[in-house]
């Protein structure tokens, strides 16, 4: 999204007065609006602090890609609650940074992407959630040609 003016683009003065769940609810409602319009329905989150030989996750391995030494955990949204979001998004992240994509996950045959699946993942990318504010708030960032779909 875009503001109107160059100038709203550095006045951070103010927030909307939410708290970090209620952000959370009012970001996941764009997105939820956004895979609709976009046809994306995976959230992918990238796993800051985690190995790809870190033991814990094997129990995770059906949500879990890996390219290059990068650890990335996925969750198929559609039917899912927001609380159920905001909890995969709590466990797939230290919290700060945190990066979630909206976007396609297509090939699902193995967890080690290569080049050309990343390439995909990107391509695909409808929206991008970046934790700001020291882990107190999120920035959306959306194509200028989905902007109009979550509005203000």
Known sequence: ?????PADLLDFSAGIGLSRKDSWDWVYGKLMRLAVASGKRALVVENDL????DPIL???MGETLFFAGEVFHYLDLPHCPSREALAFVGRSA????LNVFLTEVTNRET???????LDAIVAGTSAIVAGSFDGEGFTLWVP???AQTVGP
């Open 1 to 5: 999204m875009v503001p109107p003016t």
């Open 111 to 117: 967890s080690e992407l290569g080049p050309a699946d």
């Open 94 to 97: 230290s919290g700060y940074p």
């Open 58 to 60: 094997a129990e995770r």
């Open 50 to 53: 985690a190995k790809p030989t």
């Open 144 to 146: 200028q040609e989905l």
